[in-house]
């Protein structure tokens, strides 16, 4: 096919479609700023309820919390209750274990003669007198008293013989030795 059209008349078709291609995209550019701004009026919208019923909710909650500070309070008082009531225990000396660790660390054919206990000597070096059948179960008593984890400092002051009389334990050991207070049986 011969085009026969002058120049001009080519050229103001070209610009004529042009001008239409232009046009569609200005109208879609329109439309597609109108989505947008109709998109993020509905997001202020949402973003806007949300915050008022978050508002709402927290003056809800707030009025809720204000009826649970007498309980509050009692639970900050039985808190500080059990606090003290732990501090005692953990100062308690159990006097019950501490005898039945000296009956078990005591050998066959010994017997504690005085033993004197009380809080303020737990810790420190206190004397114990004890009699035993022979010398040897003097010894063991040392022995036995050495290995026990209730005792430390462990020292053998005397050890004497009463021949005289019908007495079962005629050997008397005087020992110095310290009480562990942490030790559990």
Do not use: C, H, W
């Amino acid at each position: 096919m011969i085009n026969l059209l002058p120049d001009d008349a080519k050229r103001q078709i070209k610009a004529g479609r042009t001008n239409i291609i232009l046009i569609r995209y200005m109208i879609f550019l329109v439309f597609g700023a109108i989505f947008l701004t109709l998109i993020s009026a509905a997001v202020y919208l949402f973003l806007m309820n949300s915050k008022a019923n978050a508002e709402q909710s927290i003056k809800i909650d707030s009025s809720k919390d204000s009826s649970y500070l007498s309980v509050q309070a009692q639970a900050a008082a039985l808190r500080s209750s059990l606090t003290t009531a732990k501090s005692i225990l953990d100062q308690e000396i159990s006097y019950s274990n501490i005898l039945d660790g000296i009956a078990k660390a005591l050998p066959q054919g010994v017997v504690i003669d005085t033993l004197s206990l009380s809080a303020s000597t737990l810790g420190t070096p206190i004397t114990i007198q004890a009699r035993a059948k022979s010398t040897e179960d003097a010894l063991k008593l040392k022995d036995s008293f050495q290995k026990s984890p209730l005792f430390s400092n462990f020292s053998l002051q005397s050890i004497s013989t009463n021949k005289s009389g019908s007495n079962d334990y005629p050997v008397t050991a005087t020992i110095s030795v310290i009480i562990n207070k942490g030790v559990n049986l």
